[in-house]
């Protein structure tokens, strides 16, 4: 098998699962429990939490565990929107965002807030000109991902969030999923952030968002303190603490694996940019992690089955999102229709090799030739 969809979700390392059975064995006491067997547990929920906090440079404060960014994304966006309302009932995103983020903006939309969609330029980075001038006084939110799970295009959030910082009533929301572990981010400037576990080799169920320390915002789940008033529930120390070591895992070696990734993926570009029909729409800003490409004429289900009997796996747009639709992420980039309804995201890993590469290319020619042919 060899699998090229790294950003739709990671296979769990084996220590993390090893993890999570040694402290699903040893520590199973409710961490909310006064007894020993609870406070053992919400010791290794502390050391946890110290050292993801550690490698993202925040506070401990700051951490509430979720169950994914899915949660955290509709955590902050319903939080500061519900709480700010009497500020103001402006919203400001892009059309690169997740499903996650553009379906809560747009539930916000039926109850009175309105959303202004900032342009990308041709290099897919957000047109901060543009972005100033959507600013209003009742701006309340811009809420833009730092790595897009599409195009994998980084955006300049740091510059972003310190432009931000002089409009003291709107908030900065960055969703760092496709980011965390994978290219450094600093969040300094940042309001709010989202990450989750299953994109970094841990378990689905488990994310995050970093929400600075100070800010009040309202809760979606209420019920008791647990490690966070604003996420009430038992908190699931095996989750954590799988979620910190592999946390651990990928920011020890984040230069590293970002260098090697590169090359994979400069190979990767070489191999397929010789194609009449391939476009390659990832840009020199996306992160190597990340290649979207389109094959002009031939739909992206269509040629992801041809690829799936070779044993190969990889995706159409995000895997989240809804199925016929063309991606509006390419579309916001690229302004063409014919190009945006056949896009395919190849993403790559430090656990990719070059093998797989040049196994993925050979298999990838039978399968575009197989394909253009049937259409002719
Ligand atoms: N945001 C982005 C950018 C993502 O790529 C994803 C996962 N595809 C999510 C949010 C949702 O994350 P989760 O699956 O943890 O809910």
Redesign the pocket.
């Known amino acids: 098998m060899i699998y090229l969809d790294y950003?739709?979700?990671t296979k769990p390392d084996d220590e993390i699962i090893d993890t999570f059975n040694k402290v699903s064995k040893n520590y199973f006491g409710n961490p909310n429990s006064l007894h020993r067997l609870g406070i053992e547990s919400k010791e290794l929920i502390d050391n946890a939490t110290k050292q993801i906090a550690k490698y993202i440079n925040v506070d401990q404060n700051e951490i509430i565990y979720t169950?994914?960014?899915?949660?955290?994304?509709n955590l902050v966006i319903k939080g500061v929107c519900t709480k700010y309302k009497n500020r103001g009932n402006h919203i400001i995103t892009t059309k690169l965002?997740?499903?996650?983020?553009a379906s809560t903006l747009e539930y916000l939309t039926t109850i009175g807030f309105e959303v202004d969609f900032v342009n990308v330029l041709d290099n897919g980075l957000v047109d901060i000109k543009h972005l100033k001038s959507l600013i209003k006084d009742r701006t309340i939110l811009v809420t833009i991902?730092a790595?897009?799970?599409e195009i994998g295009i980084r955006q300049p959030i740091e510059e972003i969030g310190s432009i931000l910082k002089e409009y003291s009533k709107c908030f900065f929301h960055t969703?760092m999923?496709?980011c965390y572990g994978k290219s450094k981010i600093d969040l300094t400037n940042i309001d709010f952030a989202?990450f989750?576990?299953?994109?970094i080799y841990c378990f689905?169920g488990i994310?995050g968002l970093y929400k600075k320390n100070n800010i009040v915002i309202e809760t979606l789940i209420h019920g008791g303190k647990s490690t966070s008033v604003y996420r009430s529930g038992t908190p699931g120390t095996e989750l954590i603490v799988s979620f910190a070591k592999s946390t651990r895992f990928v920011m020890e070696k984040i230069d590293e694996n970002y260098k090697y990734i590169e090359t994979l993926n400069k190979k990767m570009k070489k191999g397929l940019s010789k194609y009449e029909k391939v476009v390659i729409n990832s840009t020199e800003n996306s992160i190597p992690h990340i290649l979207n490409i389109s094959i002009l004429g031939i739909k992206p289900e269509t040629f992801i089955h041809s690829l799936e009997e070779y044993d190969i796996f990889i995706s159409t747009k995000?895997?989240?999102s809804k199925n016929g639709e063309i991606s509006s992420a390419v579309y916001s980039l690229t302004n063409n229709e014919e190009i945006s309804v056949s896009s395919l995201r190849i993403s790559l890993s430090h656990k990719t090799t070059v093998r797989e590469i040049e196994e993925f290319l050979r298999v990838f020619d039978i399968c575009y030739k197989k394909n253009i042919f049937s259409k002719n």
């Not at 169950?67 to 994304?73: C, D, L, Q, V, Y």
Request: charged share 20%; with cysteine; aromatic share 0%.
């Open positions: 950003s739709a979700t169950s994914g960014a899915t949660e955290s994304n965002e997740h499903s996650s983020v991902s790595v897009d799970s969703d999923t496709q989202s989750s576990g299953h994109k689905k994310g995000s895997a989240c």
